[in-house]
Nanobody
């Protein structure tokens, strides 16, 4: 059974940092490009970042470019998102998913992790 467990969210002040983790199981993690997406209150899902199977070719939404860094550790079946210089607009529930599933409109993900940026 495919399982994705997001963690690492929390409440931070503007300008702060968080590192999110996504623990994957139930599939061959290293065979899939992975993505982070977020659900912004009142706006729906927004793609944030993607990374290829080997940890290369990271890509980012313009809104987070230069502030967020995606990475993965295939030996640990874990995807990461380092978020720096956080803004109130980054407040959302963050999810990870196989990139191909997100692109296809039917991603499988976990509960997500809440990130709240507020003073």
């Amino acid at each position: 059974e495919v399982q994705l467990v997001e963690s690492g969210g929390g409440l931070v002040q503007p300008g702060g940092s968080l590192r999110l983790s996504c623990a994957a199981s139930g599939f061959t993690f290293s065979s899939y490009a992975m993505s982070w997406v977020r659900r912004v209150p009142g706006k729906g899902l927004e793609w944030v970042s993607s990374i290829n199977t080997n940890g290369g070719s990271p890509s980012y939404a313009d809104s987070v470019k230069g502030r967020f860094t995606i990475s993965r550790d295939n030996a640990k079946n874990t995807l990461y998102l380092q978020m720096n210089s956080l803004k109130p607009e980054d407040t959302a529930v963050y999810y990870c998913a196989k990139s191909v599933e997100y692109s296809g409109g039917s991603p499988r993900w976990g509960q997500g992790t809440q990130v709240t940026v507020s003073s």
